[in-house]
């Protein structure tokens, strides 16, 4: 059985885990590994079970954010319990909800937003 997990780079791997954790209300599940440098090398998150690895841009490796003048190649999607808590958190945190939150039968109430990080986010609330 296979098992696909994204593996995000952003330019503030402690911002963006901050970020995570208060607005997402994400769960870290593997502590943050510093390098020697001070960058992140390596964390892991969580929503709900739903997980994805983080850190800081490695230019040496290839390894680059989102370009915030382009659009995004990869959309997020995460199930969540209630979409209008979680833009509101969002929206809260001063980021823009892209669309929604709305009923979208069939696949329920969903909404799009962005993170402070170039991160595109579906998220989805089943009927």
């Not at 901050?18 to 997402?24: R, T």
């Not at 929503?47 to 490695?58: I, K, L, P, Q, T």
């Not at 209008?84 to 939150?101: K, L, M, W, Y």
Request: proline share 9%; aromatic share 8%.
């Amino acid at each position: 059985m296979g098992e696909l997990t994204p593996y995000l780079c952003v330019a503030d791997a402690r911002a963006a885990i901050a970020w995570y954790v208060d607005v997402l209300g994400a769960e870290i599940t593997y502590a943050p590994i510093e390098m020697p440098d001070g960058r992140i090398g390596h964390v892991e998150l969580a929503v709900g079970g739903a997980g994805w690895m983080m850190s800081d841009e490695f230019a040496e490796a290839g390894v680059a954010p989102p370009d915030p003048g382009r659009g995004n190649a990869v959309s997020l999607h995460l199930t969540v319990g209630d979409v209008d808590a979680v833009c509101a958190r969002v929206a809260e945190a001063g980021t823009t909800i892209d669309r929604g939150p709305e009923d979208s039968p069939p696949a329920g109430r969903v909404a799009i937003f962005r993170d402070p990080f170039g991160h595109r986010w579906f998220v989805n609330q089943p009927l």
